[in-house]
């Protein structure tokens, strides 16, 4: 295994609209919807389906 290149799993990229997203935006939304979060690092909510980066294919049965 020693031969093998490091696999970074970090595939998550977020869509524009929740990058510019403000954080007191971010904190009503969790408190409407009694989201609870705990820890370092935790990226704001997605609003919508089209906010999640889906494939075309995936959103089409959306």
């Known amino acids: 295994m020693s031969t093998l290149q490091p696999f970074r799993k970090d595939f998550y990229v977020p869509h524009p609209d929740i990058i510019q997203r ?22 704001k909510p997605n609003n919508t ?7 075309d294919y995936v959103m089409n049965e959306i």
């Open 22 to 43: 403000q954080m007191p935006e971010v904190i009503k939304y969790r408190a409407e919807k009694e989201i609870t979060v705990k820890g370092n690092n935790i990226p």
């Open 49 to 55: 389906f089209e906010e999640g980066n889906f494939p």
